[in-house]
């Protein structure tokens, strides 16, 4: 769909307030040209919204001739510096710079991932972020949490488009039609066809903002659109929540991970085990069900096990408290002797309805047919294993054994731990018993 650059040009907010100064005093455009010796073309066609990045002293000249006060000089240059974006304004607030909606949830014990993602969008230092991991793991709550503090640190445009898949936790989206511009890019920039991306280049050009492409599971650029998108927005970062690496420049891949887990050092006493990140989700949401519970030293074995059981992963830590409606810690702790998934038979997929273990074999029907094979060995052998039972189990080299495991790290569904110094993997809880029970399909969707 390609779309209609001329109707989002006319309610551009630097046009809008050079025509309403200019009426409010009544000026036409010809008096406004000869006061500030720029054309009249010129001026119409800022007022209309087609000069995309009107110069500094372009607009000290139109400012001057209208004999801005300070405050009024200083919405105009604000308004010119963002370019041509189109910006809806917030109920209740006079910021019309397109905000990240509003999460429903805290964000909770996530503080270094979330320092290294902020850090790298705000510095500019990597132009497109490409957070992979296990469904459930929480990448869409990371993001959403460094795009707020983008957009209330940096003063930067937020513009979220959330794919069909994509989980529904937050509230607001933008406003139309600038919603619309960016759908019809995000469909350009996976299709290939429509216009989509030249027209939101045309819209951004060099306007500093971030473009959020979130759920783009199984979904994969093409290479000359996302080219094309980021040479013509230089000041343009993407972030992008997926499934798997894109495989294209300039991505840097950040991998998600689940929470970490209690070790046994981590077990002594109430107070040290609360610490651990697994365990704060998992107590947040206990607290939801039950605001007067406190952990005991009585409770930590249990507390542990569940968190370790469920992988630490946040979907499944906040499914698994939610049964302290209805079960005693005691009985939930002996729930898992039936496997993990026996706890998360309510908790909804990306869709709302389709329930987590559909969302997880879905996942893992997408591995490709080598990574699969593999995963399915690596089940039968345990679940734990290190680099050199990956050789004798696919009689791979070494090289080729490690590519093979990174390959499932970066899809999260194996993760590393370590112990006496060695590191060691394990296939996760919820991935093992979804294998055993269910094999993974041996046909390959790409």
Same mark, same amino acid.
């Given at each position: 769909?390609?779309?209609?650059?001329?109707?989002?040009?006319?309610?551009?907010?630097?046009?809008?307030? @050079? #025509?309403?100064?200019?009426?409010?005093?009544?000026?036409?455009?010809?008096?406004?040209?000869?006061?500030?010796?720029?054309?009249?073309?010129?001026?119409?066609?800022?007022?209309?919204?087609?000069?995309?990045?009107?110069?500094?002293?372009?607009?000290?000249?139109?400012?001057?001739?209208?004999?801005?006060?300070?405050?009024?000089?200083?919405?105009?240059?604000?308004?010119?510096?963002?370019?041509?974006?189109?910006?809806?304004p917030l109920p209740g607030e006079g910021d019309e710079?397109?905000?990240?909606?509003?999460?429903?949830?805290?964000?909770?014990?996530?503080?270094?991932?979330?320092?290294?993602?902020?850090?790298?969008?705000?510095?500019?230092?990597?132009?497109?972020?490409?957070?992979?991991?296990?469904?459930?793991?929480?990448?869409?709550?990371?993001?959403?949490?460094?795009?707020?503090?983008?957009?209330?640190?940096?003063?930067?445009?937020?513009?979220?488009?959330?794919?069909?898949?994509?989980?529904?936790?937050?509230?607001?989206?933008?406003?139309?039609?600038?919603?619309?511009?960016?759908?019809?890019?995000?469909?350009?920039?996976?299709?290939?066809?429509g216009g989509g991306v030249a027209a939101f280049v045309?819209?951004?050009?060099?306007?500093?903002?971030?473009?959020?492409?979130?759920?783009?599971?199984?979904?994969?650029?093409?290479?000359? #659109?996302?080219?094309? !998108?980021?040479?013509?927005?230089?000041?343009?970062?993407? @972030?992008?929540?997926?499934?798997?690496?894109?495989?294209?420049?300039?991505?840097?891949?950040?991998?998600?991970?689940?929470?970490?887990?209690?070790?046994?050092?981590?077990?002594?006493?109430?107070?040290?085990?609360?610490?651990?990140? $697994?365990?704060?989700?998992?107590?947040?949401?206990?607290?939801?069900?039950?605001?007067?519970?406190?952990?005991?030293?009585?409770?930590?074995?249990?507390?542990?096990? @569940?968190?370790?059981?469920?992988?630490?992963?946040?979907?499944?830590?906040?499914?698994?408290?939610?049964?302290?409606?209805?079960?005693? !810690?005691?009985?939930?702790?002996?729930?898992?002797?039936?496997?993990?998934?026996?706890?998360?038979?309510? $908790?909804?997929?990306?869709?709302?309805?389709?329930?987590?273990?559909?969302?997880?074999?879905?996942?893992?029907?997408?591995?490709? $047919?080598?990574?699969?094979?593999?995963?399915?060995?690596?089940?039968?052998?345990?679940?734990?294993?290190?680099?050199?039972?990956?050789?004798?189990l696919t009689g791979l080299p070494l090289p080729d054994?490690?590519?093979?495991?990174?390959?499932?790290?970066?899809?999260?569904?194996?993760?590393?731990?370590?112990?006496?110094?060695?590191?060691?993997?394990?296939? !996760?809880?919820?991935?093992?018993?979804?294998?055993?029970?269910?094999?993974?399909?041996?046909?390959? #969707?790409?």
């Amino acid at each position: 769909m390609i779309v209609d650059i001329d109707t989002i040009n006319d309610i551009s907010k630097f046009g809008r307030l @050079i #025509r309403q100064h200019r009426v409010r005093i009544g000026m036409t455009q010809r008096q406004l040209a000869d006061l500030s010796t720029i054309s009249v073309r010129a001026i119409r066609d800022l007022e209309q919204g087609k000069a995309r990045r009107p110069r500094q002293d372009t607009v000290r000249l139109i400012a001057e001739a209208l004999r801005l006060g300070p405050r009024a000089r200083a919405d105009l240059t604000r308004a010119a510096s963002m370019g041509q974006l189109v910006f809806g304004p917030l109920p209740g607030e006079g910021d019309e710079i397109p905000p990240p909606p509003i999460a429903t949830d805290p964000l909770i014990a996530r503080e270094s991932e979330l320092a290294a993602l902020q850090s790298e969008l705000a510095s500019g230092a990597e132009r497109l972020v490409n957070v992979v991991g296990l469904s459930g793991v929480g990448k869409t709550r990371l993001v959403l949490e460094a795009a707020t503090r983008l957009h209330a640190s940096d003063a930067m445009p937020v513009l979220w488009h959330p794919m069909a898949d994509a989980v529904a936790d937050h509230r607001r989206q933008m406003v139309e039609p600038l919603a619309e511009v960016v759908r019809a890019a995000v469909e350009d920039l996976f299709a290939g066809q429509g216009g989509g991306v030249a027209a939101f280049v045309d819209l951004v050009n060099e306007t500093p903002a971030l473009l959020v492409i979130d759920g783009a599971d199984g979904c994969l650029p093409r290479p000359e #659109r996302l080219g094309l !998108l980021l040479r013509g927005c230089p000041e343009l970062r993407m @972030i992008v929540t997926s499934d798997r690496a894109w495989g294209v420049p300039p991505e840097r891949l950040f991998l998600l991970g689940p929470l970490e887990l209690p070790h046994l050092s981590d077990i002594r006493d109430a107070g040290t085990l609360a610490k651990v990140p $697994a365990v704060r989700l998992f107590m947040d949401r206990v607290l939801q069900v039950r605001p007067q519970y406190a952990l005991s030293d009585a409770d930590v074995p249990a507390v542990a096990e @569940i968190c370790r059981q469920v992988d630490g992963l946040p979907v499944a830590l906040r499914a698994a408290a939610s049964w302290l409606v209805v079960y005693e !810690l005691e009985v939930l702790y002996r729930c898992l002797d039936g496997g993990p998934e026996e706890l998360l038979g309510h $908790a909804a997929g990306p869709d709302g309805g389709r329930g987590y273990r559909d969302n997880l074999t879905r996942h893992l029907d997408r591995l490709p $047919a080598d990574d699969r094979e593999m995963l399915g060995a690596l089940c039968e052998f345990g679940g734990k294993f290190e680099l050199d039972d990956v050789v004798t189990l696919t009689g791979l080299p070494l090289p080729d054994a490690g590519r093979r495991l990174r390959s499932l790290l970066l899809h999260g569904v194996v993760r590393p731990w370590y112990e006496a110094g060695r590191c060691r993997f394990e296939v !996760l809880n919820l991935v093992l018993a979804c294998h055993l029970t269910a094999p993974v399909p041996t046909d390959c #969707r790409s």
